[in-house]
Structures are given as C-alpha cells and as structure tokens.
C-alpha cells in the first residue's frame, strides 16, 4: 500500500520552521517569522541564547555597548523598541518556542514536511521558577573556570551563564564533579531545582528549517612559535574581549595576565588562523575588531598605551569603516606595521614578549610589549560536520555551509537555509541580513502560512491574538492604588524592611492596598495580585520588585487580564537598583526604597490608560529600483502573496547587472538577468513600471501614497498616484566615471575592460603590458572602500592572464580586499604570475604618456625607489557612488544619507534593512557597494522585515507618542528642527489652530513618532506632551519624588 | 544637623541604555551610594532644563542625566 498520507501533510496543518542556533542570526531570523504569524522553534544548544556575540563589550565602528544597542549579555535582542522588545524575559513572541539545551538528532522529510528529532538535556534547574536569587551558587561547594569569561574568573557548578542570560535562571554543570550534595536543592527559595530531571527526546513538524549555527574562534594553541598558552601575557582575541568589556572579569580595566598590572604597550598581530596555509580565506572581521580593541586599550588605560597592529592589508570594507581606521590612526595614535610576525619570544624575568619583524622596506626591528592580543579568524562551527552529515547537506572546503552565488541563503538541501557565519565569516551586519533574508525565503516557501498565527501588538506586550477581557473604564474614579512589595524569596526583604515600608505606604495618599507577596512573578503570586486588584477594586498598580525591563511586561499583562490597562501600572526597581547595590548601607537603603515607591505612587496617580490606534496595513508594496535587489525583493513579496509596484526610471530592468559579464566565482550573471525578469515580467502579482521616477511620497507605515511619473518614448508624461503599505529603496549605486585620465587612450576603468574582454576579446588578447590601479576616486569624492573592486580587478587580471600567460599584468593597490573566500582569487592572482604593487596616498601613481605610449610612475616601497612602468592598458578602479538623484530621494522619503552619501539605516549594526522611518526598508547597492550575492541577500532581507507588516492585517501604532495642544502652538517650529526623526509638521487642518488664531499648528503623526519626546522638552510653550511621561508623571514636585506626604511615626511621637 | 542629611542625587537614565545599564550593576552586585535615585525616562531628549531645575526645586542636590 502506499502511503498518501506524506503527501498530503502540506497545506493541511499549520507548519512550523525550526531555527538551529541561538545567537544573533538565530534570534533575528525566528523573529521576523514570528512576526510574520509563523510558528519557529528556536533551537539552541547550549543553556542560554546569544551566541557569540553575547560576548562582546562593544561593536566597531560606533562603539555602541552591546548592552543597550543591541544583544544577550543581558538580555535579548535589542532593548530599542522597534528592534525586540519581544524577546524581553516573559514577553518572548507567542510564536517562538525557545528549546535550550536542545540539538538535532535525526531528521526526515522534505522542503515542506520535515520531522526533527530533538534531545533537550536537562537544565535541573526550572526556568519559570528560578528568580536568579542566586542563593544556590553561594552554597555550591563546585568551583570551575568560568568559559563566558573566557577561563579569567571561576564560577560554580550551577551557575548563570551570564548576569542577564535568557531565559533568566541558573543551570546546573552536571559533569563528574558535581556529586549531587543536594545542597542548592536545599536552599533554593522557590523549590526550583530538580536533580533527576530526565533528559527529553520530541519529534516537531518543520515546514522549513534555517541553520544559523555561527562559528567558533580560531584555537591558536597549534601555532607554537606564538606562545599561546605557554606565555601568559600573550591573549586570544575573545579574551581581549572579556577584558575590555564592563561586564568582564575586571570590570574592564585592560590588564596583563601573569601580574595583573596595566600593559603600558600592546601588539596585535592580524590573520591567526585566516590568510594562511591552513585557512586559504580571509576571516572578514579581525581587522576591524583589532582596531576596536586598540581604541579600547586607549579609552580604557587613558592613553598610557602604545598600541600597535600588525597587520597584512586593512580590510575596512563597509560604511564608515575607512574613516574609523583614519581616526584609530590619527585621533587615537594607533601604528599599524605592514607585516606578517612570525614569532614571539618571552623574557622569563618580566614576562614581557619579544617580537621580531621587518617593515615593508627590509628593516629588521626587535621590539618589546608588555601584552600580545592574537586577532584569530573565524572557523567553522564545531558542530557544523556532524550536523552536515545529519541534514546531507554540503560544506566547502573549509567546513563552511557551501552556498550558491545566485541563492546565497539556500543550502544543497531545498528547505533548509542558512544564515550568518555559518556560510562565510562575517560582522553583524551581514549576519542580520542574512538572517532577515533566509527568513524572506522561507515566507516565500511556506507562504500559505503567513499569518497562520496572528498576535497583537495593541499593548506593550505580544500576545496571541486570542482575547483579553473588556477594559474597565476607570476614567471617573478617583485612584484607588494598590502596592504590592515582593520579598523574592529573600533577595529583596533581607536587604530592606518591607513590612515597615508597607505600614507607611499604607498610609499615604490613594493608597488602598500595601501587601506583601513572596514571588510575584510566580504563577501564585499573579494570582494574589490580580485577587487583591479585585477585592479592593484598585484602579492604579505599584509593584515594588525587580526591573521593569525584565518584568514590566509580564505585569503590565496580569493586570490587563483583570480588565485595568497596562498603564496603570507602574513599577518600583527595588531589586536590580537598590538592595543589590547598597548592601553596605541599610538604613539609606530602605530611606531611598521609600522614595522610589513614593515616586512610583505619585507617577500612577497622574497615570491615564493609554490605547494605540489600529490601522490596516495595504497589502500592496512599492519598489523603488529595478535592479538585481529590486527585482529581487519584489519577487519575495510577490511570491508570498502581495502586490508589488516595482518603478525602474530607465526603460529596462536590470540595472548594474546588465553590465556585469562574469564573476570571479565563475557563475553566468546574465542567466541571472534573464531569469529574475521573466520571473518579474511574468509574475501576476508585480506592476512594473520603467521609465518612471517617484516624484512624491508621502503616508506612514501601512498607508504611503506616492506620485509616479512616467516618461514614454512618444514624449507623453504620464502621472499614477498609488497607495501602498511599504516601500523598498533599491536604488543602488554606479561606476563613478568622473576622472581627467579617463580622457588619455588607453586608460579605461576596470568595467570598460570587463565589456572588452566579452564583446572585443581579440581587442585584449594581445597585450603585452597591463597596469591596473586600484582606490581612483573622482576629484572631491570622500574616501572609502568600494568594497567589490579588488574581487573584480583580479577577476579581470586572471581573464587576461588566460588569454595569454605572458602578458605581464601589474596592480598597483593600497589594500588588496578580497575578504571571505576571495581571498582564494588573490592567492590564484599571485600564483599565476600578476604583480601587487602596493602604493600609499602619499606617493599615488602618475600616469604619462611618453612618445605615444602610456607610462606609470611608481614608487616601489620594497625596493625604495621609483618604478616606470611601461603599459599598452591602463585600467582604474573606479569608485563606487551612489546613483544619481540620491540625495533628493532621501529628501522625498525624509531619510539621511551617510556620510559616504549612501542611504543611512536605522543602525548600522543591529538593523542594516531597516530605515528609521518605520514601513521604509533598505536594499542592495543604495545601501553601500556590494557583491552580487550581498545585493540578493539584502533585498531578501528588505522583503522579509516588509512581509513581517504586510502579513499583518491591522497595525498597531501610536501609543507613547508626543501629543500637541494646538490652543497653545505658537508655530516657531522647534519641534520640527529639534526632532531627530523629522516628523513633526506645521499643518493647517480645520479645527486646528495655534495661539491666536494662528493659520496652522504643529502637527506630530502618532503613526510616526519614535517617543522620544525631545520635542516635548524643547517646546518652549509647552505645548507638546509625552504620553505617559507628561510633565506631571516626570516633574519631581508633581510626584512626591523628594518631599513627604506624612511625618514619620517618630515625629508624630515627638 | 546639616551633616545628617543624606544628598538627593537625581539620575535621570534613559530605559535603552542608562538604566539597563543600572540593572546590569545590579546583576553584577556592583555597589554604588544609595544617596543615587534612578528615575526612567523614554529618552534623554525627554529631558530640558525645566525638568532639572525643578529637581533642584524639589530638593535634590544633584542631577545626572544618563543616556
């Protein structure tokens, strides 16, 4: 008999997608899906999410603190807003399950229908019981190094992994010295911990799955001439990390391992583990990282270091990152020397390092450091073979994830992804797009699932669309306030007098209820609270405990459910922000606990309940650029079921890809071409529209207008307004061409000779002398790496070198960039005879034409002296700009330009697709240079961060928003100059006018506004209030902050 | 009695990176004067100078805005 059933399984239930791996891309791919209305599994196998990078103090190029820009050294995701609030402690998305301890064991099935096995090991301790009291781990006789800490500091046996981990709770080590004393059985306060909780096998159904496993850093242990391991003060770069970071083992304060003093000098040494026998690729990031680090040395020692890199090429190959190097070089007085050490020697006596090495010219120097940093490169992850074989799919040569140019995100197996690190080393950045982008192909794949499971964002917390009661009105009552102080086991109460805090709250003003609770987080404790709101009918919330950011949402849920809005709620940070930090000072302790509930008392009173407004997402995007990532998003959201109007202003699709002939790679571009515009042409879903520029754009997220303008070939101009509910800028960038020599024969760029070696092979065949120079950029152009030229430029090198072995082709460079594995393309250049010069700004190249021929003057660095270079071609790589008409489109939309004059992002690390204004997204070349398949990647990722809106059939938005009185708006404009977003407007509207009389007033679009209330402290006629932080919710007075509302027991006595 | 009286010294912290930073301390047992109260605010640019001068008003003897 056959069985049908496998077959029928698709479309039937609601599919989920599995995610494999919880760091960074995990994290961002399972939540896009999430927000899509997908069910995701987020599998992880070690006890706590985050990754990598959960291990970073600060990112490059902005120094931003991965504490509050972005990731899990505490918490997850980033605490902005509109990057995940979601992930907070108890308001993870309803649609992700998170599976720690968890790694795949088998799995079957097919793109659509797979089964995956699992094996969850125990964590003994229980997540939703653990308040991280901590108690266990001071009684846990286990002491072993600490790995978060790279092995600086121990910890015991059960253990959190990091300060703010997630899920928040302990975990026990269960290796052979932990002898099961029981001990922290015994003292946990919540009976939290299990020690024979079995391990537990589950079978989940994916539709999909997306592998975002990362990599593990270079173990330098097996280059022995480095020391490692052998010579204390010689450091791996996570290490480094660990050190410099303020959640490190020394609060981070740089410091020398064998005597704990200051080094007062510090070498990096660049490509451990990249660039080398082994590892033929590149590892991408270590020259950036290495930089950072050496700011940090400075910041961090105050000056009172030498830093020096040493360094092969300066591979600073993104937005900004040229200028960073520049300031690391001149504002900070970081020395970078060009060579490869190849050995360090220690003095015994000091433990200081030895290195020897010689400058590029031959001279040999010896120096001293105090410390060496070893910038080591990326690797495969561990678990990545045995995975590989599980799952048949295919890795490289190097164990990375093996990936096709045209479908970067997809593996050798149909459904299954691949996202971040995992497939080629990279930042950040790269790794979200990625990530955003494999979750693009999955909508794409399981797209009859897009909103399968819708959830709200009406409040402040997600929740399944499922319902809440009715909302009580309360707006007649007077406040009736109910506190609620929560011991936390001890953690709170051995610190502070609650009880003697609850007798004098009691008697304050509004005050209704002061009760004691044990653990209010605990499923008993919610239910108390929501008993107590409703046997004395509260109307105002004030619970006395741990953080708001860990635990607001879960509250501000509960007393929804008894029908009070979220608002109303306010929270008293006693745990994180008082008895934890003032152990030392009882009696102020608890003087400054009654303050904060004070405050908390006097904010509620002012409290009024706060909605957000529901508006319809159109299901229909705009598309602006028809070129591979134009063409590309719009057929991710056409293909998941929305319409797409896809603008193009010249009369054929294509853009830059119509030039491109080849790739280093080898892949036909053209096939690409041919494919992605049958594909757009054809597809029912997308309206294009070429020979047409947007002239207007106007709306916010869910409902933009924009005026197009058609062009026809007759002379007919054309005008369609359309009404969308997103837009993608795919606008990209172009070969610059402004340069004088361009104007003598024989010197063309390196795209013109690209076009030759197609369409006039017989033109290049024969030549004889070729000079390419790399880094031209058009007078009065800002400098910055074009990324893609070096990568094109030995591309063509090899072309020529295939036509005839014995032209003798010459690049002369500043840094040779072929980062990841095209670093594999550099190797091939030099083996197959092509010459690198390298030359700096100081000495540029000349070219002259000398009795008819060409000629390039350079100076030689090797050898000291000046070079004439005959030549029959000269080709320039030029750089690389932004299109035409940029800056009038950023006008248009009201986005900024980075200082390179691309479109700037929300933030460069952490939302690279996304634009500030919210239901604007960002792809391909208009966002920086890029690679073909950078370009594909980051139009996926647009389209997916646009599907998470469209899938959604109501938006939410407003809420805390600034609010204009327009009685009192004197129209100065302020507002509109001091907003860092743009927003407000002087309007005239009807109803609408200022101070008397006035023709128009300030207006602030609540679907827009960020609420940052900068306006609000600004205006000078106090017009404009914050929601939920209006001048009587933040002004000390209004609240009580520092006054007393009764005299104490004592004075009344006296 | 002047000497008796504790400061009131007013951190204005912005919830995005200021004051998680404040619960990182707190995670990390870091322990700094109790005479520091945190108030939470959506921004700093929530923050003129009306709001630190009516601090003083109220009695505080020193404002910090963090963000």
């Known amino acids: 008999m056959v069985d049908l059933r496998r077959n029928q399984v698709r479309g039937s239930p609601a599919q989920a997608v599995m995610v494999v791996g919880g760091g960074i891309s995990g994290m961002r791919a399972a939540l896009d899906l999430a927000d899509a209305g997908l069910k995701v599994y987020l599998v992880e196998q070690t006890p706590c999410l985050g990754g990598r990078v959960a291990q970073l103090g600060f990112m490059f190029p902005q120094h931003d603190c991965v504490l509050c820009r972005g990731t899990p050294d505490h918490g997850y995701g980033c605490t902005r807003p509109s990057i995940s609030p979601a992930y907070l402690e108890h308001n993870q998305h309803p649609n992700i399950e998170v599976l720690t301890n968890t790694r795949i064991i088998d799995i079957e099935g097919q793109a659509g229908d797979f089964t995956v096995s699992l094996r969850q090991e125990p964590r003994y301790v229980d997540p939703e019981r653990c308040i991280s009291c901590g108690l266990c781990a001071r009684v846990c006789p286990v002491e072993l190094p600490d790995s978060y800490q790279q092995g600086m500091t121990r910890r015991k046996a059960i253990y959190k992994v990091a300060a703010r981990a997630v899920p928040d709770a302990y975990v026990i080590d269960r290796g052979p010295y932990c002898d099961e004393c029981g001990q922290c059985v015994e003292v946990c306060p919540t009976n939290a911990i299990d020690l024979h909780e079995p391990a537990r096998l589950r079978h989940v159904e994916a539709g999909a799955i997306i592998l975002a496993l990362g990599f593990q850093v270079y173990d330098p242990t097996e280059l022995e001439e480095l020391g490692y391991g052998r010579f204390p003060n010689v450091l791996h770069a996570m290490q480094y990390e660990r050190l410099a970071s303020r959640s490190g083992p020394t609060e981070g304060v740089v410091i020398r391992p064998s005597d704990g003093q200051r080094p007062r000098s510090i070498a990096w040494l660049q490509c451990i583990g990249s660039r080398d026998q082994k590892n033929g690729y590149c590892s991408s990031i270590c020259c950036m990282y290495a930089t950072k680090e050496a700011m940090l040395a400075k910041q961090r020692l105050a000056g009172q270091v030498d830093c020096t890199i040493f360094i092969m090429d300066e591979r600073a190959f993104n937005k900004e990152y040229s200028r960073y190097f520049a300031t690391a070089r001149e504002r900070y007085g970081i020395r970078y020397v060009r060579c490869r050490v190849s050995g360090i020697h220690e003095d015994p006596a000091t433990h200081d390092l030895i290195l020897h090495y010689a400058e590029p010219d031959g001279t040999r120097h010896e120096e001293r450091f105090e410390a060496v940093v070893l910038a080591t490169g990326l690797q495969p992850p561990e678990s990545a073979r045995h995975l590989a074989d599980l799952l048949e799919i295919e890795l490289n040569e190097y164990g990375f994830c093996q990936t096709d140019k045209f479908t970067p995100l997809q593996t050798s197996r149909p459904g299954v992804f691949v996202c971040g690190a995992f497939s080629s080393p990279k930042e950040i950045a790269e790794t979200i797009i990625d990530a955003s982008g494999a979750a693009a192909e999955v909508m794409r794949l399981l797209n009859d699932q897009l909103n399968a499971h819708p959830y709200s964002r009406e409040w402040p917390f997600v929740i399944a669309a499922d319902g809440l009661p009715p909302e009580r009105d309360v707006s007649g009552e007077a406040p009736r306030v109910g506190v609620f102080a929560c011991t936390c086991g001890k953690t709170i109460s051995e610190a502070l007098d609650l009880r003697g805090?609850?007798?004098?709250?009691?008697?304050?003003?509004?005050?209704?209820?002061?009760?004691?609770?044990?653990?209010?987080?605990?499923?008993?404790?919610?239910?108390?609270?929501?008993?107590?709101?409703?046997?004395?009918?509260?109307?105002?919330?004030?619970?006395?405990?741990?953080?708001?950011?860990?635990?607001?949402?879960?509250?501000?849920?509960?007393?929804?459910?008894?029908?009070?809005?979220?608002?109303?709620?306010?929270?008293?940070?006693?745990?994180?922000?008082?008895?934890?930090?003032?152990?030392?000072?009882?009696?102020?302790?608890?003087?400054?606990?009654?303050?904060?509930?004070?405050?908390?008392?006097?904010?509620?009173?002012?409290?009024?309940?706060?909605?957000?407004?529901?508006?319809?997402?159109?299901?229909?995007?705009?598309?602006?650029?028809?070129?591979?990532?134009?063409?590309?998003?719009?057929?991710?959201?056409?293909?998941?079921?929305?319409?797409?109007?896809?603008?193009?202003?010249?009369?054929?699709?294509?853009?830059?890809?119509?030039?491109?002939?080849?790739?280093?790679?080898?892949?036909?571009?053209?096939?690409?071409?041919?494919?992605?515009?049958?594909?757009?042409?054809?597809?029912?879903?997308?309206?294009?529209?070429?020979?047409?520029?947007?002239?207007?754009?106007?709306?916010?997220?869910?409902?933009?207008?924009?005026?197009?303008?058609?062009?026809?070939?007759?002379?007919?101009?054309?005008?369609?307004?359309?009404?969308?509910?997103?837009?993608?800028?795919?606008?990209?960038?172009?070969?610059?061409?402004?340069?004088?020599?361009?104007?003598?024969?024989?010197?063309?760029?390196?795209?013109?000779?690209?076009?030759?070696?197609?369409?006039?092979?017989?033109?290049?065949?024969?030549?004889?002398?070729?000079?390419?120079?790399?880094?031209?950029?058009?007078?009065?152009?800002?400098?910055?790496?074009?990324?893609?030229?070096?990568?094109?430029?030995?591309?063509?090198?090899?072309?020529?070198?295939?036509?005839?072995?014995?032209?003798?082709?010459?690049?002369?460079?500043?840094?040779?960039?072929?980062?990841?594995?095209?670093?594999?393309?550099?190797?091939?250049?030099?083996?197959?005879?092509?010459?690198?010069?390298?030359?700096?700004?100081?000495?540029?190249?000349?070219?002259?034409?000398?009795?008819?021929?060409?000629?390039?003057?350079?100076?030689?660095?090797?050898?000291?002296?000046?070079?004439?270079?005959?030549?029959?071609?000269?080709?320039?790589?030029?750089?690389?700009?932004?299109?035409?008409?940029?800056?009038?489109?950023?006008?248009?939309?009201?986005?900024?330009?980075?200082?390179?004059?691309?479109?700037?992002?929300?933030?460069?690390?952490?939302?690279?697709?996304?634009?500030?204004?919210?239901?604007?997204?960002?792809?391909?070349?208009?966002?920086?240079?890029?690679?073909?398949?950078?370009?594909?990647?980051?139009?996926?990722?647009?389209?997916?961060?646009?599907?998470?809106?469209?899938?959604?059939?109501?938006?939410?938005?407003?809420?805390?928003?600034?609010?204009?009185?327009?009685?009192?708006?004197?129209?100065?404009?302020?507002?509109?100059?001091?907003?860092?977003?743009?927003?407000?407007?002087?309007?005239?509207?009807?109803?609408?006018?200022?101070?008397?009389?006035?023709?128009?007033?300030?207006?602030?679009?609540?679907?827009?506004?960020?609420?940052?209330?900068?306006?609000?402290?600004?205006?000078?006629?106090?017009?404009?209030?914050?929601?939920?932080?209006?001048?009587?919710?933040?002004?000390?007075?209004?609240?009580?902050?520092?006054?007393?509302?009764?005299?104490?027991?004592?004075?009344?006595?006296? | 009695m002047t000497n008796s009286t504790p400061l009131n010294l007013i951190a204005y912290c912005c919830e995005h990176c200021a004051y998680a930073a404040a619960d990182l301390a707190g995670g990390l047992r870091l322990q700094y004067p109790p005479e520091v109260k945190i108030v939470q605010i959506p921004c700093t640019g929530r923050i003129d100078v009306l709001a630190v001068l009516h601090a003083f008003e109220a009695g505080a003897d020193g404002v910090l805005t963090a963000g």
């Open chain 1, 501 to 1054: 805090l609850l007798q004098d709250v009691a008697r304050w003003p509004d005050v209704e209820a002061a009760e004691l609770l044990d653990f209010a987080c605990l499923p008993e404790g919610l239910t108390e609270l929501k008993e107590a709101i409703q046997k004395h009918n509260l109307n105002r919330v004030v619970v006395a405990g741990c953080s708001n950011r860990t635990h607001d949402a879960l509250f501000q849920r509960t007393v929804r459910q008894v029908g009070l809005n979220p608002y109303l709620l306010e929270m008293v940070n006693l745990r994180e922000q008082c008895s934890q930090v003032h152990r030392q000072h009882s009696a102020q302790a608890n003087r400054k606990a009654r303050e904060l509930v004070r405050m908390a008392i006097g904010r509620v009173r002012a409290a009024q309940p706060v909605h957000k407004d529901k508006h319809p997402c159109l299901p229909v995007a705009l598309v602006i650029g028809g070129g591979v990532a134009g063409m590309t998003a719009a057929l991710a959201i056409a293909d998941s079921g929305y319409r797409v109007h896809l603008v193009e202003r010249s009369d054929a699709l294509g853009g830059n890809l119509l030039n491109l002939y080849y790739v280093a790679e080898g892949y036909n571009p053209q096939r690409l071409l041919r494919d992605l515009v049958n594909r757009v042409r054809a597809h029912t879903h997308i309206t294009v529209f070429t020979r047409t520029e947007v002239t207007r754009h106007w709306g916010h997220v869910g409902h933009f207008h924009a005026l197009l303008r058609t062009s026809h070939p007759s002379g007919l101009v054309e005008e369609t307004e359309i009404e969308h509910g997103v837009t993608i800028v795919a606008t990209g960038a172009r070969e610059t061409h402004e340069h004088p020599l361009l104007e003598l024969p024989g010197v063309i760029t390196q795209r013109e000779l690209e076009e030759r070696i197609i369409h006039q092979p017989e033109t290049v065949t024969g030549l004889q002398d070729v000079v390419m120079i790399q880094c031209v950029r058009p007078p009065g152009m800002p400098d910055y790496c074009s990324r893609v030229c070096c990568t094109n430029t030995i591309k063509n090198a090899l072309r020529l070198k295939l036509f005839n072995p014995a032209c003798r082709v010459i690049v002369l460079y500043k840094n040779i960039v072929t980062y990841g594995f095209r670093e594999e393309y550099y190797t091939e250049a030099r083996k197959r005879g092509i010459l690198f010069l390298r030359y700096t700004d100081a000495e540029p190249p000349q070219v002259l034409s000398q009795d008819g021929r060409l000629l390039v003057r350079v100076r030689d660095l090797a050898l000291d002296r000046t070079l004439d270079l005959p030549a029959d071609l000269v080709t320039m790589s030029m750089s690389v700009a932004p299109s035409e008409g940029t800056a009038a489109l950023a006008r248009m939309l009201r986005v900024p330009l980075s200082s390179e004059g691309f479109f700037e992002e929300a933030q460069m690390k952490l939302r690279p697709m996304d634009f500030m204004r919210e239901g604007i997204f960002l792809a391909g070349m208009a966002h920086y240079p890029k690679f073909l398949e950078e370009s594909i990647s980051h139009a996926l990722a647009a389209a997916a961060r646009a599907l998470t809106l469209l899938s959604q059939g109501a938006l939410h938005l407003g809420g805390i928003v600034a609010q204009v009185d327009p009685s009192k708006c004197v129209g100065c404009l302020t507002c509109t100059r001091t907003c860092p977003f743009a927003i407000p407007q002087v309007i005239q509207q009807e109803g609408r006018t200022g101070v008397g009389g006035l023709g128009g007033a300030a207006y602030i679009d609540p679907a827009q506004c960020q609420g940052c209330g900068t306006c609000t402290g600004e205006c000078p006629a106090s017009a404009i209030q914050l929601v939920n932080y209006t001048d009587e919710q933040v002004m000390l007075r209004s609240i009580g902050g520092l006054g007393r509302w009764l005299p104490t027991p004592q004075e009344v006595a006296r």
